[in-house]
């Protein structure tokens, strides 16, 4: 953070883990290998069973407190006529959908203003199922690369209704 508001630099990244961690989330009274013998049991997106979702929403809950906690303090930070926050994305998404490494219904979470590029938040976007390549798509549009596509999709677009 730090970094960022001394304007070292403009990109950083923050990283929960990595894909197959055995976090157990104990402070949240899981106490269980998170993605063996939690995140995998996860095959449905009405959920698998309510002890599953039960723990997976602790879990994400916390995710969510960490980024919470960085989006308040890149709004603290007066920055042009607004603040850093108003001047920054922050994009918190995960590797997978679901436990079963399902790459359909991946959430994402945009957070702030990309310096004017996102007009308008407050907002959930489902228009159905999409190429999940259109966040990378999205992302380099925002920070002002025009261009059709992302990775193996070279024309997949951004996210409809967002820019």
Not at 16 to 40: C, L
Not at 66 to 76: F, G
Not at 136 to 163: E, K, R, S, Y
């Amino acid at each position: 953070m730090l970094a960022l508001t001394c304007g070292l630099t403009r990109i950083a990244t923050m990283q929960f883990g990595y894909g197959g961690g055995k976090w157990r989330f104990a402070w949240e009274n899981i106490n269980m290998n998170i993605h063996d013998e939690v995140a995998h049991l996860d095959t449905s997106d009405e959920g698998s069973s309510p002890e599953t979702t039960d723990r997976l929403v602790r879990a994400n809950h916390y995710y969510a407190s960490r980024v919470a906690r960085l989006a308040t303090a890149l709004d603290a930070v007066p920055e042009g006529d607004g603040t850093m926050l108003d001047n920054t994305l922050v994009v918190w998404a995960n590797e997978q959908g679901r436990g079963d490494h399902s790459q359909d219904n991946v959430p994402t979470v945009l957070i702030g203003k990309a310096g004017g590029a996102i007009a308008r938040g407050g907002r959930v976007i489902d228009l159905g199922p999409q190429v999940f390549n259109r966040l990378g798509c999205t992302i380099l549009n925002v920070m002002g690369q025009d261009v059709p596509g992302f990775g193996d999709v070279p024309d997949c677009g951004p996210f409809q209704g967002l820019l």
